[in-house]
């Protein structure tokens, strides 16, 4: 896929990036992005271009570290009731065993 062009303004500057990305994609980070800047501006008041960008970068990772704990957290608990669950079926398997024994027995 060749680079294609996105044109960034955003906080008083505008420049372009090439990226090997759908457009779609890229707007829709940039959108994003500018949501996030605007919504810092609104509850901070800051106005101050890089202090905007810095808090915007800044809860964009917090946003991030938790659905990562989240994915992490959920793997975890899905590991554990996969063992629970191993563990019943072979406790299934070892009381069919040994009825399956005594009957052959009798």
């Known amino acids: 896929m060749p680079k294609e062009g996105l044109r960034i303004d955003i906080l008083g500057t505008s420049f372009t990036i090439r990226a090997?990305?759908?457009?779609?994609?890229?707007?829709?980070?940039?959108?994003?992005?500018?949501?996030?800047?605007?919504?810092?501006?609104?509850?901070?008041?800051?106005?101050?271009?890089?202090?905007?960008?810095?808090?915007?970068?800044?809860?964009?990772?917090?946003?991030?570290?938790?659905?990562?704990?989240?994915i992490n957290s959920t793997s975890l608990q899905g590991k554990q009731e996969s063992k629970e669950v191993e563990q019943l079926l072979l406790d299934l398997i070892t009381r069919i065993d040994s009825n399956l024994q005594d009957n052959h027995g009798h």
């Open 20 to 70: 090997d990305e759908d457009p779609l994609y890229l707007n829709a980070l940039l959108s994003k992005y500018q949501t996030v800047v605007d919504s810092v501006q609104r509850t901070t008041g800051l106005t101050d271009p890089l202090k905007s960008a810095i808090v915007a970068g800044i809860m964009l990772c917090d946003e991030l570290e938790k659905q990562q704990r989240k």
